[in-house]
């Protein structure tokens, strides 16, 4: 057998190659990952306009109803008494990051019965290069959402200062990144797609409701000071008051820490979850479920 | 049981295996799913790795493919430990899985860029390659289509050029045409038979289907997570005292004991 009369080899004549990958190859596949999502986002039109629907339901309707019953006392970073759409828009914000952060892991999930998480974890590059490229995915998805929904909701009259939008940003990546960083982690426990409407009754539900989202955390003390402290242990609390600060160009230094040091928390409980060697993976190729 | 002591199918015996597979073994639970399982393959070989449904093919395709961790034994891949230097062991690999892997929403096109981009290959480079695949698995011009538009045929000729994308050496397909027509499973076999003649690439061919084994090839046998054979097929069948593989196959298959009949090259 011959192969030197190829003109142009479809497979590599070296086989032992040991060169590292540069920071080019990084980058192209981390696009590759981030531009893969987007589609799968683009082309599954529903899921669009249902992550644009739950927060405007919410915005229009449930606020609306509201604001005439539920009044917002002035409270950091607020300097005077503000509606309750303008309230509740940081913890919308919240909100569908939370889903979407549920939703990516609902996407591993069903990648991984479907088999296509298996053409991730075979690339040669680092697992947690590929798992930290799929959640910046899943944020940049996710503030794509957050950003369609502030549009709208500016013309129904919700608005920011103008640079709030700007600022919001960072605040808005952290806190994408901590959610879908925890959806990860959860996604390893799942074994089924089914399973996963556990998470909407276990995590997300009480995440959202559980949080200064909808009423301001010394309306809750007033009202249950358990639920008070559930809401301090909470980190969805701190994304949401994350975001609520950084909208009108201010930092909460103590939400900030909070959702840094959950983000690494989760960000490291993925990587072991993922670690063929040690994570919750191999608990299941041990039970025999899907890698 | 037959006892031959080599178990290296193909090859000179000096050059650097395409595949070390050295005493793995793996449990799901209590159950075994593999036996303290060796062979090597040499490069530029099409090595038929057959066994009955839940011989133990699939599971040890996911510890070559480093889905499992290979926690007895150890696998090498062009020299490279599947474990301790996965990324390089990786490199050497293009993988087809028995479970359709296209994501059904994007184009051919597109799934194939996705895969070039997670061996770090962009651009003009990927189009190049993606243009020069399509044509090898005969699939020019369907580039735009869904893959959900696919038939199965055409969905494993793409997960083909996808495996070939990154230009490796060593080529695994695991029960690929499983669920095929006759032609579509004659015309995948043929297109990887002659990626192996002309290409000069190592394949690793899964399957429970004898009439995909011919008497030229390199042959790992395995029973209920055992090795029970390995060698060329022509070897395998004398050794066997059968007249054909399938007869081979059924022999190895009934054999009380998990001996092993290895045969030289």
Not at chain 2, 175 to 191: C, H, N, P, W, Y
Request: proline fraction near 4%.
């Amino acid at each position: 057998m011959s192969t030197s009369a190829m003109p142009q080899k479809l497979v590599s004549t070296a086989p032992v190659r040991s060169s590292a990958f540069g920071l080019r190859h990084y980058l192209i596949c981390l696009k590759g990952i981030v531009l893969r999502e987007c589609l799968r986002f683009l082309h599954q039109r529903e899921r669009f306009i249902s992550s644009l629907v739950r927060p405007l339901v919410w915005l229009f309707i449930f606020a609306a109803g509201f604001r005439q019953v539920l009044g917002v006392s002035i409270i950091p970073p607020y300097r005077t008494y503000v509606l309750y759409e303008v309230y509740i828009t940081p913890g919308l914000c919240g909100m569908i990051l939370l889903f979407s952060g549920m939703q990516s892991s609902l996407s591993m999930v069903y990648d991984r019965e479907m088999g296509n998480m298996r053409t991730l974890l075979v690339s040669p590059f680092p697992r947690w290069f590929l798992l930290v490229s799929k959640m910046l995915a899943g944020v940049a998805v996710s503030i794509a959402q957050v950003y369609a929904f502030l549009i709208v909701a500016w013309f129904w009259g919700v608005k920011a200062p103008p640079l709030g939008y700007l600022f919001v940003l960072p605040a808005l990546f952290l806190s994408g990144m901590m959610l879908c960083a925890l959806g990860m982690l959860l996604s390893s426990m799942i074994k089924q797609l089914e399973n996963f409407a556990g998470i909407m009754n276990f995590v997300i539900f009480p995440g959202y409701f559980a949080s200064p989202a909808l009423y301001p955390l010394w309306r809750i003390q007033e009202a249950s000071p358990l639920l008070y402290k559930i809401c301090i242990v909470n980190p969805f609390t701190y994304a949401v008051e994350l975001i609520r600060f950084a909208f009108y160009g201010q930092v909460d230094w103590l939400s900030l820490g909070v959702v840094t040091g959950c983000t690494l928390l989760f960000l490291a409980g993925a990587f072991i979850a993922y670690d063929p060697s040690r994570g919750l993976m191999t608990r299941k190729q041990e039970t025999g479920g899907n890698a | 049981m037959i006892g031959v002591q080599h178990v290296r199918t193909g090859g000179s015996g000096n050059e650097t295996a395409a595949l070390d597979v050295v005493g793995v073994s793996h449990s799901y639970g209590p159950k075994r799913a593999l036996n303290n399982v060796s062979f090597s393959i040499a490069p530029a070989t099409f090595t038929v790795l057959l066994g009955l449904n839940g011989a133990g093919k699939t599971t040890l395709f996911s510890l070559i493919s480093h889905l499992y961790d290979t926690r007895h034994g150890s696998i090498r891949i062009f020299g490279h430990d599947i474990r301790r230097a996965s990324g390089e062991a990786l490199r050497c690999v293009g993988i087809v899985f028995q479970a359709r892997t296209l994501d059904l929403d994007l184009s051919v096109h597109q799934n194939l860029s996705y895969h070039a981009s997670l061996h770090g290959i962009g651009g003009r480079d990927a189009r190049q390659r993606i243009a020069a695949l399509l044509e090898t698995v005969d699939m020019q011009g369907r580039e735009h289509d869904k893959a959900r538009s696919l038939s199965g045929g055409q969905m494993r000729r793409i997960e083909i050029a996808r495996a070939l994308l990154h230009r490796p050496s060593l080529l695994l397909l695991d029960e690929a045409t499983v669920g095929l027509d006759i032609q579509s499973r004659a015309g995948i076999l043929a297109t990887i038979r002659r990626l192996v003649e002309t290409e000069g690439i190592g394949v690793l061919w899964a399957t429970h289907l004898i009439d995909e084994v011919d008497d030229g090839d390199h042959a790992v046998v395995l029973r209920q997570g055992n090795l029970v054979a390995s060698g060329t097929v022509s070897d395998l069948i004398q050794a066997s005292g059968a007249d054909s593989i399938r007869d081979a196959f059924s022999k190895l298959n009934r054999a009380e004991t998990a001996g092993i009949a290895e045969i030289s090259p």
